[in-house]
């Protein structure tokens, strides 16, 4: 199997329960392991940062791109990261099922993106299920949220700190909570 069969295999959003694509995961994963250990070993300016995420997402990231490490992922290759992006330290990205991070956005401490979950039958537990997670433009991720499959958030959305999100947002909201829920409406 190669990147674009998975990617091919994701977005039917089907169970990732075949010996293949298990090889696969593990594959990404050691080639993932590799580079953020890289990333998180030692100091990186933030040309050097960026060059590591370049290497881990597969493609050459934006120059307004700053990370400050350490940053964690299982797999790299299903991350889209738009222009003026902020993610700060110890955020983790589950990112099988796809992770788009629109442009403006800001990422707190500690969050979580996890695009796979489990099946809920004790049967099926061991299969995974991915779905992606879409930030529009200048959506705010306070510190220790945590985002799950399938969630879209809207644009100049806030997620507050702590917030476990299991829904789509709305554009122009804050949410918060666990699980998170509509606090108020920005003015815009």
Not at 5 to 13: C, G, M, N, S
Not at 61 to 68: G, K, N
């Amino acid at each position: 199997m190669i990147l674009k069969d998975f990617l091919q295999v994701i977005r039917t959003r089907g169970p990732l329960n075949t010996p293949e694509i298990h090889r696969f995961m593990d594959e990404m994963s050691n080639e993932a392991r590799r580079i953020t250990f890289e990333l998180n070993g030692s100091y990186h300016t933030s040309d050097e940062v960026r060059a590591l995420l370049s290497r881990l997402f597969g493609y050459e990231v934006d120059p307004t791109l700053r990370v400050f490490p350490p940053f964690y992922t299982d797999f790299g290759k299903n991350i889209q990261v738009g222009k003026n992006v902020f993610i700060n330290a110890c955020c983790h990205f589950q990112d099988h099922g796809g992770v788009t991070i629109g442009d403006d956005c800001q990422i707190g401490h500690n969050v979580v993106f996890a695009t796979l979950n489990h099946g809920l039958t004790p049967e099926d537990r061991k299969t995974t299920y991915p779905a992606p997670i879409v930030l529009g433009k200048n959506v705010w991720i306070g510190s220790n949220a945590t985002i799950l499959q399938g969630v879209t958030i809207g644009d100049n959305a806030i997620v507050a700190a702590g917030a476990v999100v299991t829904k789509d947002v709305a554009a122009n909201t804050v949410v918060g909570g666990v699980p998170a829920k509509f606090i108020r409406n920005i003015e815009i």
